[in-house]
């Protein structure tokens, strides 16, 4: 059982943990300056330390509740870095356009990220359920919370503001999943005031790592009916990825 002191000592190490990675990382800059800015949908500059301590802070975390949990977000943390420098002048977007390319022989950023995410979320699947469907439906809740995220962080506060709101009502129910929740809102309370305010953002990073942490939580917390509404809202939000990010910019 997770009791109401643990789910609150989560949320204030999360989100303490993630202030302090993200004040040593601003304070090193590692590669310099340049490499940690970028500039966002209104042409103003933005930091990018809050995407990285958010999956250091959040794994650390997750990992205190399951060891499992905590590689969860640091796969899709590594995966969502990897597609934010290699792929930073990459235009193309969605599933669609990744899988496209593939299919013509190109391997691109935002495919390995796909695979990869995907790849981390069965894996973790498989170590926290028993049965054979279960585990494929865990995959697949994981991998598609962490590419949701993503898919609403298209202006200032969507992503931890998402996060925020959805793994609240995991703080209601008993058990791992309750820890789960608290360390993904820790993390996502502490960037918000930045990403609101246009001083940092979160990018793919970030999202990912966010978003796994949450996908993770709903796992630990839900049996098969659970399970399948969660993997069915996922794949819903893929397929029409598009317009979940118009959305998500409109609001």
Same mark, same amino acid.
């Given at each position: 059982?997770? &009791?109401?002191?643990?789910?609150?000592?989560?949320?204030?190490?999360?989100?303490?943990?993630?202030?302090?990675?993200?004040?040593?990382?601003?304070?090193?800059?590692?590669?310099?300056?340049?490499?940690?800015?970028?500039?966002?949908?209104? *042409?103003?500059? %933005?930091?990018?330390?809050? *995407?990285?301590? &958010?999956?250091?802070?959040?794994?650390?975390?997750? *990992?205190? %509740? =399951?060891?499992?949990?905590?590689?969860?977000?640091?796969?899709?943390?590594?995966?969502?870095?990897?597609?934010?420098?290699?792929?930073?002048?990459?235009?193309?977007?969605?599933?669609?356009? =990744?899988?496209?390319?593939?299919?013509?022989?190109?391997?691109?950023? *935002?495919?390995?990220?796909?695979?990869?995410?995907?790849?981390?979320?069965?894996?973790?699947?498989?170590?926290?359920?028993?049965?054979?469907?279960?585990? %494929?439906?865990?995959? %697949?809740?994981?991998?598609?919370?962490?590419?949701?995220?993503?898919?609403?962080?298209?202006?200032?506060?969507?992503?931890?503001?998402?996060?925020?709101?959805?793994?609240?009502?995991?703080?209601?129910?008993?058990?791992?999943?309750?820890?789960?929740?608290?360390?993904?809102?820790?993390?996502?309370?502490?960037?918000?005031?930045?990403?609101?305010?246009?001083?940092?953002?979160?990018?793919?990073?970030?999202? =990912?790592?966010?978003?796994?942490?949450?996908?993770?939580?709903v796992v630990a917390a839900n049996g098969r009916a659970?399970?399948?509404?969660?993997?069915?809202?996922?794949?819903?939000?893929?397929?029409?990825?598009?317009?979940? &990010?118009?959305?998500?910019? &409109?609001?």
């Amino acid at each position: 059982m997770i &009791s109401r002191t643990r789910r609150s000592s989560s949320f204030v190490l999360a989100a303490a943990f993630t202030r302090a990675a993200t004040a040593a990382l601003r304070a090193g800059a590692p590669g310099g300056r340049e490499r940690w800015e970028r500039t966002n949908y209104a *042409g103003r500059a %933005v930091e990018l330390y809050a *995407g990285p301590a &958010s999956v250091l802070a959040t794994a650390a975390g997750a *990992g205190r %509740v =399951h060891p499992v949990a905590g590689f969860a977000v640091l796969a899709a943390g590594a995966c969502g870095a990897y597609d934010d420098v290699a792929g930073a002048g990459d235009e193309r977007r969605g599933f669609r356009a =990744h899988l496209t390319a593939l299919r013509n022989g190109e391997v691109t950023s *935002g495919a390995v990220k796909l695979l990869g995410i995907s790849a981390a979320g069965l894996v973790v699947g498989a170590v926290l359920k028993e049965r054979p469907l279960d585990k %494929v439906l865990a995959g %697949v809740v994981i991998a598609g919370a962490a590419h949701f995220v993503n898919l609403v962080d298209v202006r200032p506060g969507r992503a931890a503001g998402a996060v925020l709101a959805l793994a609240a009502p995991g703080l209601l129910r008993e058990g791992p999943g309750a820890g789960l929740a608290a360390t993904a809102m820790g993390a996502a309370a502490a960037v918000l005031p930045a990403d609101l305010g246009e001083r940092a953002m979160l990018g793919d990073t970030g999202a =990912h790592a966010l978003g796994a942490a949450l996908g993770t939580a709903v796992v630990a917390a839900n049996g098969r009916a659970g399970l399948l509404a969660h993997a069915a809202a996922v794949v819903t939000a893929t397929v029409y990825g598009d317009s979940v &990010s118009r959305l998500a910019r &409109s609001l």
